[in-house]
């Protein structure tokens, strides 16, 4: 997946500010999770995602428009990283006249995120 920013917590926080846009977002949490693209065909390869994923998204889902995805990425977070948003960014959260599900569903993509750096010992 080519021209992908660099995972850190500037990228973290456009994701948040939507300062990335919808699709590189994805590309992101994809390439995290292992899925390939093969950049002549568009074939998808998830040979290397875990199986859970792989049963139920042999091609890598949408996690902003679709919900179902987006609770198994919410629950695939370790306790002990669900409010690194909070802890790491200082991130509090989006007023009421914000909460849509476009913009939390980028938060729960912005926390899996950081749970994958931290899990991954990524520093930047």
């Known amino acids: 997946m080519p021209d992908l920013p660099t995972l850190s917590t500037a990228t973290v926080w456009a994701i948040l500010k939507d300062e990335i846009d919808d699709a590189t977002a994805n590309r ?3 390439r995290c999770l292992g899925y390939q693209q093969n950049e002549t065909t568009g ?3 998830a040979s290397l995602v875990a199986l859970d994923w792989q ?3 042999p091609e890598p889902p949408d996690f902003i428009e679709n919900r179902p995805p987006t609770v198994k990425l919410t629950r695939s977070i370790p306790a002990e990283n669900k409010q690194l948003l909070k802890e790491k960014l200082g ?3 989006y ?3 914000e909460l849509v599900p476009r913009k939390t569903r980028r938060a729960t993509i912005a926390n899996w995120l950081l749970s994958y750096m931290q899990i ?3 520093a930047d």
Do not use: P
Request: proline residues 0%; without cysteine.
């Open 55 to 57: 049963e139920l998204y």
């Open 91 to 93: 991130f509090q959260g």
């Open 120 to 122: 991954h010992a990524i």
């Open 43 to 45: 074939e998808w390869d």
């Open 28 to 30: 992101l949490v994809w």
């Open 95 to 97: 007023t009421v006249s």
